[in-house]
């Protein structure tokens, strides 16, 4: 895989606070915000809940669009026919097998820039890739222990009624339970079955199955596609989205700008805002989610140009340390003065403009100054109504004033609604260990495996059944049902088909280790819950807006805390 699918933030993060004008520092603020950036299938999603998201009554669900910005406190859930993707800010990647729920409990920032991300694996299978820059830290409880990268790695973590097992696919981790470290390397398993004497098992990994295919698939597929677009970029950086440029555009060579770039089949005319929908989130306000697969990058990042002969072109400024484009440049973010090694977020790659009763949207200009008229103005502005963005832009009149809006007017947008579902429903799997690693049974009405409360442990009840037919046999005549009892079988009328939950050790999410010049997050709780670091889990910070809208003002994000292995904030 090629470096430039993974983060190569390691650079040394320059001191941009003294050479950038004070308005754009304060402008530089940011809460890591992740994507949800495949949905394949049903995939449902929750903003907040109280300890576990699956046994939370009150937690709200709702269907997960593509797109989704994820923050810390999030969980999303795919069903039993859904698969779901999520890729990060320094190209870690998140896969989520059917059946599985994921919590993000930590994505905060330390003092030195680095980020910090911290995700529960409450029932199912999940893969992730790692490749961390230096300082970074990545790590995912599951079930009976936790799980920390250590350099690039891509590894499956399985958490099922009875056991957890992970299996290390590329690179090393570190197996953390009971106050104990069990370092893997490529091709070995660690697996527990609590439903035996919960004693680790490493063994070989075992054979890919489809979803392991799948995800090596996607891998391969994101990593050529994202150095495909790297090379118009000029960046040695990372961000979610640059496969989907290659995937579904083309580059062209915009004079005065550089490198610029335009989805397939659209014309001259079209309006940059015309595929997406008006999303409110009380962490971070009103965001804008692209609904086409290429809708992420150019509506949280870069600038817009108008092209003679082309149309609106997407330029993606800002990625690297070549230049102080306004839209993009690496800063600090203000996250308690900590630096940010990234290009910042915006809600919208747009500046809110209004005159007299007219609010509309100017595609924001890689060259725009904080709080100076919009350069793109010249070329319309699109008028809101609603939830809809006009697909064609009114002139502005000669001598016509329009002022800068720091936030959208009240009542304007009208957010989507996301259709309300029901609680992920938790699904009975078992652990079967073996030499050749441990992989799980999914357990139905029609399935052969039960519990055999005799020898506390899964069986294949027909497989059972067939020994006792050959002891039949070989007692010359013996009644079956004698036979079955000799072969302890359970009896499959009365077991239940749903798998018991055992009694499982609560496992809270590791602390991140102490970094040269601050302390981890949970030795911060003392400064305050819904404070910088209250309770344990990072509070998220505000976002920045728009360049020349100015900094928009959000709630705190109050954190759950470790006590009670809960995602991060608004949980109450």
């Known amino acids: 895989m090629k470096r430039a699918f993974a983060s190569s933030l390691s650079l040394p993060l320059l001191l941009l606070c003294g050479m950038l004008p004070p308005p754009a520092q304060a402008d530089a603020s940011h809460a890591r915000i992740v994507r949800l950036s495949l949905v394949q299938g049903q995939v449902r999603f929750a903003k907040e809940f109280h300890k576990d998201s699956m046994d939370d009554s009150k937690a709200v669900w709702e269907l997960a669009p593509l797109n989704l910005p994820i923050r810390q406190g ?20 998140a896969f989520l097998s059917p059946n599985t729920t994921i919590e993000f409990y930590d994505l905060s920032l330390n003092e030195d820039g680095a980020f910090i991300t911290r995700l529960i694996l409450r029932q199912g299978s999940g893969i992730f890739y790692v490749h961390p820059a230096k300082g970074d830290y990545f790590s995912v409880t599951g079930g009976d222990f936790s799980v920390e990268a250590n350099g690039r790695t891509r590894f499956r973590l399985d958490n099922f009624d009875d056991g957890s097992s992970v299996a290390v696919e590329q690179g090393q981790i570190n197996v953390l339970r009971n106050k104990g470290t069990q370092p893997l390397t490529k091709g070995q398993t660690y697996s527990i079955n609590v439903g035996k004497d919960a004693t680790p098992v490493i063994a070989r990994e075992g054979d890919p199955d489809d979803f392991d295919k799948w995800v090596s698939g996607r891998i391969d597929s994101v990593a050529t596609a994202t150095a495909y677009s790297n090379q118009y970029v000029n960046s040695g950086g990372y961000d979610s989205g640059f496969a989907d440029l290659y995937n579904y555009g083309s580059f062209y060579n915009v004079p005065g700008y550089g490198w610029g770039w335009q989805p397939y ?96 949207l100017v595609p924001l200009n890689p060259m ?78 029609d399935s052969s495996i039960v519990y055999d409360g005799s020898q506390h442990r899964f069986v294949n009840s027909n497989a059972a059944a067939t020994k006792a037919e050959e002891t039949a046999k070989a007692n010359n005549g013996a009644s079956t049902k004698n036979a079955e009892r000799n072969a302890k079988v359970p009896n499959a009328a009365a077991a239940e088909r749903s ?69 991060g904030g608004g949980h109450h």
Do not use: C
């Not at 999030?74 to 990647?93: H, K, Q, W």
């Not at 003065?337 to 209004?354: D, K, L, S």
């Not at 602390?511 to 003392?526: L, N, Q, V």
């Open 499 to 567: 798998a018991p939950v055992m009694n499982r050790p609560h496992i809270n999410p590791p602390t991140p280790p102490a970094y040269a010049g601050g302390r981890s997050a949970e030795s911060r709780g003392g400064e305050g819950h819904g404070g910088m670091w209250g309770g344990g889990a990072p509070s998220a910070p505000v976002i920045s807006s728009s360049p020349s809208v100015g900094t928009s003002s959000s709630s705190g994000h109050s954190s759950g805390g470790g006590g009670g292995g809960t995602a």
């Open 368 to 445: 725009d100054k904080n709080g100076k008229t919009p350069l793109n103005l010249t070329h319309g502005v699109y008028q809101l109504n609603g939830n809809a963005i006009s697909a064609t832009p009114m002139a502005p009149a000669a001598g016509e004033k329009w002022s800068i809006e720091r936030n959208p007017p009240k009542g304007m947008p009208v957010g989507t609604t996301f259709a309300r579902t029901t609680q992920p429903v938790r699904v009975s799997r078992t652990i079967l260990s073996s030499n050749t690693g441990s992989r799980a049974v999914t357990l139905s009405r």
């Open 265 to 360: 089949g659209v014309g001259f005319g079209w309006s940059p805002f015309a595929f997406g929908n008006w999303y409110y989130d009380p962490a971070f306000g009103w965001d804008f989610i692209g609904s086409a697969a290429w809708g992420w990058l150019p509506y949280h990042y870069g600038g817009w140009a108008f092209a003679p002969g082309l149309g609106w072109m997407w330029m993606p400024m800002g990625f690297g340390f070549g230049g102080l484009g306004y839209p993009g440049y690496y800063g600090y973010a203000g996250y308690g003065g900590y630096p940010y090694r990234g290009p910042i977020y915006h809600p919208i790659t747009a500046v809110w403009v209004r005159s007299g009763n007219t609010t509309g």
């Open 74 to 93: 999030y969980a999303i859930s795919t069903d039993s026919d859904a698969r779901a993707e999520v890729e990060f800010e320094n190209g870690a990647m």
